[in-house]
T-cell receptor
Framework: DGGITQSPKYLFRKEGQNVTLSCEQN?????MYWYRQDPGQGLRLIYY???????QKGDIAEGYSVSREKKESFPLTVTSAQKNPTAFYLC????????????????FGPGTRLTVL | AQSVAQPEDQVNVAEGNPLTVKCTYS??????LFWYVQYPNRGLQFLLK??????LVKGSYGFEAEFNKSQTSFHLKKPSALVSDSALYFC??????????FGSGTQLTVLP
């Protein structure tokens, strides 16, 4: 988990409420990712960003939004449009965007567990 | 579309015995394969990866994995399991699409 922090560790949301999950890294990594983890389904990509001020939708972006104003920070907002947000959310980063020289492993934060009340 | 299959949701092994966690993949282009481990309520930790070269890859904590192109497999192995190896293990692949796809995970339990 070193170098990537996520906060809070536990988060509770009421119906119809937007919440923002924080992800900060001090590894000087270019690319950052948000995943959602549900039991028995592995990790699914929500959004990713390869450079500041740019981001792309992943496989399950509906009901989520992100920003990348700083290299170190990639916050995720879970909006009221996300109908089933209860899950474990993981943020990750890599040193560089994937390129012809190969693919770097991703470094993960400790996660945020979001529960809808 | 690329995909990863981990056919076993649960693997049980006695301490001191060898362990294998299975992974098969489907991807366009050359595969780049990864194994990660997750302890309860924690993020994923990188174990090892295959990019190119030797088909037997050695990683952290005594784990290794064998890349088999003809069988499109990348099974994780360890000669002698420890109770502390008990965790959730994920295989992942990326190819020409440059997007990482994870398997559904295998829960490894090492029995004392």
């Amino acid at each position: 988990d070193g170098g990537i922090t996520q906060s809070p560790k536990y988060l509770f949301r009421k119906e119809g409420q937007n919440v923002t999950l924080s992800c900060e890294q001090n590894l000087n990594h270019d690319a950052m990712y948000w995943y959602r983890q549900d039991p028995g389904q592995g990790l699914r990509l929500i959004y990713y960003s390869q450079i500041v001020n740019d981001f792309q939708k992943g496989d399950i972006a509906e009901g989520y939004s992100v920003s990348r104003e700083k290299k170190e920070s990639f916050p995720l907002t879970v909006t009221s449009a996300q109908k089933n947000p209860t899950a474990f959310y993981l943020c990750a980063s890599t040193p560089r965007t994937s390129g012809p020289r190969g693919h770097s492993e991703q470094f993960f934060g400790p996660g945020t567990r979001l529960t809808v009340l | 579309a690329q995909s990863v299959a981990q056919p076993e949701d649960q693997v049980n092994v006695a301490e001191g015995n060898p362990l294998t966690v299975k992974c098969t993949y489907s991807v366009s282009g050359n595969p780049y394969l990864f194994w990660y481990v997750q302890y309860p309520n924690r993020g994923l930790q990188f174990l090892l990866k295959y990019i190119t070269g030797d088909n037997l890859v050695k990683g952290s904590y005594g784990f290794e994995a064998e890349f088999n192109k003809s069988q499109t497999s990348f099974h994780l192995k360890k000669p002698s399991a420890l109770v502390s190896d008990s965790a959730l293990y994920f295989c992942a692949v990326t190819g020409s699409a440059r997007q990482l796809t994870f398997g559904s995970g295998t829960q490894l339990t090492v029995l004392p």
